[in-house]
């Protein structure tokens, strides 16, 4: 397993693409949630009526234990920078052959897998880091409660990284069965901006159905509600959305095993 | 002892069979040729020996085993073009070689580069290389750690002259050292200078294999010549039986069964006809007419 982790290392660690999209996920994290926070505070510190409406309605989504799940929704809708590097790093193994290359120079499929599973993983560690900094950081300068209030939602670091996993893990199930770097890519970003969204939401006006929530992304989508503010708005509703988290886990583990399953077993059935 | 055994291998690509039932051996030792025309199967084959395409049927055994990574990994192998992360350097790209196959060290690295004369360039990154350099890159990696196997496909393709010749004496001196070297090729001329032993393949079919000598000289030709030609010609025709005479301008050949070819014979049958001989040469059959025999082309 080490000897695995070190070969993807040794391919990672010299991949400038690899550097530039963590840079841009990097900026991107703390990037938007800052100018939320802004936009909050600018709404906030209003001295007309509204503003204090506002403030009222609003609360303070930026301060702990709040904000580890404003940032995490927030970064959540980001995933989809990482996800440039994930099916990269899988088309590049098609496009240049290095897979078949690894293959003949002593990798069984299998151990070829596991280093592509072992890369989602990493890359997934490494994005929950960020948020997990981006929520302390915002939520410490914005907090003013009592210390042991502070970590009461910081369970949402766990729920980020099963959602990130969970999501990450499907772009790489898109490299690897379409292969083409642009048209993965293209893919990906359409279904997961537009694609889906707009599906699920169809269904749940034109049919009242709720099933879009069992699909690939809003499985795991699920599991990071919207801050509690925009729930204000249906608190019913907001609530369904709460109690629907515990089974989302279960759901995203279920996918995530399918997901993975379905590439091992495709990537031995395949000549390479 | 066979370093690989083949047995009844078959692969097809939907409805195009690209091998037929496929059974031979290799000896351990030897440099082995599989020699065939484009599109005869021999990258499919070496494809399959190195788990890169699986076989429809049959199997194949490396030293008597069926073929695991384990046994990859101490096998070097080029298979049909030069697969590296093109934003690494030769010396990173081989790290990896040596990462995953466990061939090799830092320092071999640098030998190997240095035997394919890359070492100048190692720190280049791949994107930059041309055809050639990358050629011997791939034939680099195949060498680390010196594997007592080495399965090369079209090792001396995009190669100049001159490192066609030198990776040729590279080839010849591993296999004096004891390598044995598969060797996928459709130049004949690569085969007949490094090749000890042939397998020959059309449309995906065995034509014959064995030793270079056995399976691709099997004719006697003995050139002839005298002052007076058709004489000459008159005389040679009632010489055998069982021999094919041909005749240009210049020259008749006499062409023979294997090892039938009697040189004093012929110049002492032409002299009792009064027929002075002024060119008496035995010449091997070209390896390009027999392959072209043996394919049918």
């Known amino acids: 397993m080490f000897t695995i982790a070190r070969t993807e290392w040794l391919k990672i660690k010299k991949y400038p693409a690899f550097w530039w999209v963590m840079g841009i996920t990097a900026l991107t994290y703390p990037g938007i949630n800052s100018i939320l926070l802004y936009q909050y505070y600018d709404l906030i510190e209003k001295q007309n009526a509204a503003g204090q409406v506002v403030k009222a309605l609003l609360g303070n989504p930026f301060a702990l234990p709040e904000a580890w799940k404003t940032v995490a929704y927030f970064s959540s809708i980001f995933v989809f920078i990482p996800a440039i590097v994930i099916i990269m790093l899988i088309t590049n193994e098609y496009t240049y052959k290095t897979n078949r290359q690894n293959i003949i120079d002593g990798w069984s499929r299998k151990d070829f897998m596991t280093a592509k599973l072992m890369d989602v993983l990493i890359l997934s560690i490494i994005v929950t880091i960020l948020y997990t900094l981006v929520a302390l950081v915002i939520g410490i300068a914005n907090t003013t409660k009592a210390p042991s209030a502070k970590w009461t939602m910081a369970y949402y670091i766990g729920l980020f990284a099963l959602q990130t996993f969970s999501q990450l893990s499907l772009a790489f199930l898109v490299g690897l069965l379409v292969r083409k770097s642009f048209i993965a890519l293209a893919i990906f970003a359409f279904y997961f901006i537009m694609l889906e969204p707009i599906a699920s939401n169809l269904i749940r006006v034109k049919l009242h159905s709720d099933i879009g929530r069992f699909f690939p992304l809003n499985i795991s989508h699920k599991l990071i509600p919207r801050p509690a503010f925009i729930g204000r708005f249906d608190e019913k509703a907001y609530q369904a959305t709460l109690d629907a988290v515990k089974y989302h886990i279960g759901y995203t583990l279920i996918l995530i095993v399918l997901t993975w399953a379905f590439c091992f077993w495709i990537n031995n059935r395949r000549d390479l | ?297």
């Open chain 2, 1 to 297: 002892m066979s370093v690989l055994t083949l047995q009844n291998i078959s692969k097809s690509y939907g409805k195009i069979q690209a091998l037929k039932n496929l059974s031979f051996d290799i000896p351990q030792g030897c440099v082995f040729g599989v020699l065939g025309p484009n599109g005869s199967g021999k990258t499919t084959l070496l494809s399959i020996i190195l788990d890169v395409l699986k076989a429809d049927t049959g199997n194949f055994l490396w030293f008597g085993q069926p073929g695991t990574p384990e046994q990859r990994k101490k096998i070097g192998s080029l298979l049909e073009t030069p697969n590296f992360y093109h934003y690494l350097s030769a010396v990173n790209n081989l790290k990896i070689t040596n990462s995953i196959s466990g061939r090799g060290s830092a320092n071999a690295i640098d030998d190997v580069l240095e035997k394919v004369k890359l070492y100048e360039r190692r720190n280049s990154r791949f994107s930059t290389y041309s055809l050639g350099m990358k050629q011997r890159l791939a034939i680099a990696a195949a060498l680390l750690g010196d594997p007592r196997v080495l399965v090369l496909d079209e090792p001396t393709n995009g190669l100049d002259p001159v490192g066609i010749a030198e990776i040729r004496e590279l080839m010849i001196a591993l296999n004096k050292q004891g390598h044995t070297i598969i060797m996928a090729s459709h130049l004949l001329d690569e085969v007949e200078k490094v090749c000890t032993h042939v397998a020959i393949l059309k449309k995906g079919e065995l034509i014959t294999t064995g030793h270079v000598n056995d399976v691709l000289v099997d004719d006697d030709i003995v050139e002839i010549s005298a002052d007076n030609m058709d004489a000459l010609a008159a005389a040679v025709y009632n010489y055998r039986q069982d021999i094919k005479v041909t005749r240009d301008e210049n020259k008749i050949q006499l062409i023979m069964p294997k090892g039938t070819s009697k040189l004093d014979e012929i110049n002492s049958y032409c002299f009792s006809n009064g027929i002075v001989l002024n060119h008496l040469l035995f010449k091997k059959k070209r390896l390009e007419a027999k392959f072209f025999e043996l394919t049918n082309n």
